[in-house]
């Protein structure tokens, strides 16, 4: 198996101020940096209308794949804090992440952002656009939570699954 080079792009988490997600990503893109912002449709009501609108699904972060030495290239931009980082060193996500991610929000409905530390029942999604992700289940009631956390963001997904779509990884000790 090869080792990947040392400098080769990999996916990182752009900590960006509050409602400048959008700025950032586009900055990033005439740049020539590859950024990505995933994003969701909600609906915003204000005194004199409703409207759809887009609005980034991790509020405060924006995903760019470049080597970890280029790094300083996004970093030198306005409204851009910091990169998401363990032990001191920039964390990279996994490619297959960012597809699983990109997959699963092209066909997703009814989620939300939840941030919440995992709890229970660790399963494995057996079908649909989350097939394959591991996550926490929450809840169950009429419906089934499950819940995809994302562990270097410190969010979660939450989607409706039913109990015969998941695979029991392990059972919580707590």
């Not at 040392?6 to 959008?22: C, D, G, I, N, T």
């Not at 204000?46 to 300083?72: A, G, M, T």
Request: aromatic content about 8%; charged content about 25%; hydrophobic content about 40%.
């Amino acid at each position: 198996m090869e080792k990947p080079m040392p400098y080769s792009p990999k996916w990182f988490a752009l900590m960006v101020q509050h409602r400048h997600e959008k700025k950032v990503h586009q900055r990033l893109k005439e740049l020539g940096i590859i950024s990505y912002l995933p994003t969701q449709r909600v609906t915003r009501q204000w005194s004199d209308r409703i409207k759809q609108v887009e609005e980034p699904l991790f509020s405060c972060y924006v995903f760019v794949h470049l080597p970890e030495n280029q790094l300083y290239k996004a970093l030198a931009l306005k409204s851009v804090f910091g990169v998401v980082s363990f032990e001191g060193k920039p964390a990279s996500i996994r490619d297959k992440e960012i597809e699983q991610m990109k997959i699963a929000l092209s066909k997703a409905t009814n989620l939300e952002i939840f941030e919440l530390c995992p709890l229970g029942t660790l399963v494995e999604i057996l079908d649909g656009p989350f097939k394959g992700i591991q996550g926490m289940v929450i809840k169950v009631r009429n419906e089934h939570k499950l819940v995809v956390f994302l562990k270097l963001l410190g969010k979660s997904l939450i989607v409706d699954t039913e109990a015969t779509r998941v695979k029991v990884l392990a059972t919580s000790t707590t």
